[in-house]
Each structure stands twice: as structure tokens, then as C-alpha cells.
């Protein structure tokens, strides 16, 4: 049942990122990337056993910020993916500091919500800053990576650049933020195989928004072909 799940919110997750870029451009991209980043930190906390591996439900939206800097740097420009990753830091700032200044308060008699927002919000400050450095570095070393590799390759092997970039830095994140957030409380097997399980997934979600990545530029195609259109006829009235 998770398995279907998991295929489930990727098609969710990406197609609502498709309309995004649809309707907002590259802006879209830049909000997306702030509120994929706040979504997958409050989500994350929940673990469910997907091909037999324990993982974080936030894998999937965690993984769509890198659908969206592709997207920028492939269909705009790399420095418009760089704005992108700073607003999902800055993002993540917000969401640790406003949850918790929440905690601080104290609860009043008729509330019902204070003890569950101190089991999801109540990370200690290694967790949260472990989060945010590795989502820092990863996203980009993505966004250098692809470029990179569009370079590369003169700007064919969309799949390829997609599929490397967003595999070894997701890889990245996963590894140094396990070994950051808990060096010292687990032992290097077990940092070991909890990096490695939840990685195997991520590969998988990788894999599954390459077609994704196509959709968005055929988007940018036609939607530039559109304002070339009516530019001609503008320009012949």
C-alpha cells in the first residue's frame, strides 16, 4: 500500500509543481522551492516502511526543490536556480524560528494543540542546523552540477544531466545530513544503513521526475514560441 502511496505523491507533487511553472514562470519555480522546503521539514517527521525501507515522507517533496532548480537552470538561468535555493534557506530559517518562538508560549486552558506541536516542532538546534546546511550544499551542488554537465554536452542529454545531478546530490544531502544530526548518538553502521536505505529511495524519486523536467521544457518552448508569435504580428501591424 505505501509503495502506491509514494508513486502517488510523486505524480501529485509534480504535476501541482507543472501547474506551478505553468501559470508563474521561473517565479512560480522560486515560490515553490520556499514552500516545498517548509512542507517537507514539518512532513519529514513521519517515517513509513516504503520497498521494505524505512523513509521520511518528506523524500518527495524534498525531492521536487531539486525538480524546480533543474527546471530554472535548464529553462532560464543558473543564477535564477541560486535565488531559488536561497529563498527555500531563508524559508527554512523562518519555519525554525517562528516554531520556536510558538513553543515559548504558554498554553492556555481550551488548548488542544500545544503537545502535539512540541513532538513535530520540538527538534533540538543540531537537527534543524544539520537540515539546513545540507539542504544548502546539495541544492547547490545541483545547480553547479547541471549547469556543468549542460555545458558539457552543449545542452542535449536532458535525462542525463537531470538523472546525475539530482541522484549523487540527493545522495549528498541524505549521507552528510545523517552524519551531522547524529555522529555521536549512533554508531557508523547504523549512520551507514539509515543514509543508505533512505537513499535508495530517493533514487527512485529521481528517476520518476525526469519526465517531469521534459514536460516544463516543452512548456518554456511553446510558451516562448507564443510571445515570438505575437511579437511578429505586433511588430507587422
Known amino acids: 500500500m505505501n509503495n502506491l502511496i509514494l508513486f502517488g505523491e510523486v505524480i501529485f507533487t509534480f504535476s501541482a509543481l507543472l501547474i506551478c511553472y505553468n501559470n508563474f514562470g521561473k517565479v512560480g519555480m522560486m515560490a515553490w522551492v520556499g514552500i516545498a522546503t517548509i512542507l517537507a521539514n514539518v512532513i519529514t517527521a513521519k517515517n513509513a516502511d ?16 531539486f525538480l524546480a532548480t533543474d527546471i530554472l537552470a535548464e529553462n532560464h538561468s543558473k543564477e535564477d536556480a541560486k535565488t531559488a535555493v536561497y529563498i527555500g534557506l531563508f524559508a527554512d530559517v523562518v519555519l525554525m524560528i517562528s516554531t520556536k518562538i510558538a513553543l515559548l508560549y504558554k498554553p492556555s486552558e481550551i488548548d488542544y494543540a500545544d503537545e502535539a506541536m512540541r513532538t513535530l516542532f520540538a527538534l533540538n538546534l543540531r537537527i534543524s542546523l544539520a537540515s539546513m546546511v545540507m539542504y544548502f ?24 544531466r537531470n538523472n546525475v545531478s539530482t541522484i549523487l546530490c540527493n545522495c549528498l544531502e541524505n549521507f552528510g545530513f545523517i552524519t551531522l544530526a547524529f555522529v555521536g548518538i549512533y554508531d557508523a553502521e547504523t549512520i551507514l544503513i539509515i543514509a543508505a536505505s533512505t537513499s535508495i529511495v530517493e533514487m527512485i524519486v529521481a528517476l520518476l521526475d525526469t519526465p517531469f523536467l521534459y514536460i516544463a521544457k516543452r512548456m518554456n518552448n511553446d510558451r516562448q514560441q507564443h510571445i515570438l508569435h505575437v511579437t511578429e504580428v505586433e511588430t507587422q501591424a
Open 50 to 65: 516504503i520497498f521494505g525501507l524505512s523513509t521520511a515522507i518528506g523524500t518527495v517533496m524534498f525531492a521536487s526543490t
Open 137 to 160: 550544499i546539495a541544492n547547490m551542488a545541483d545547480v553547479a552540477l547541471f549547469s556543468k554537465l549542460k555545458e558539457k554536452s552543449d545542452g542535449k542529454r536532458l535525462w542525463l
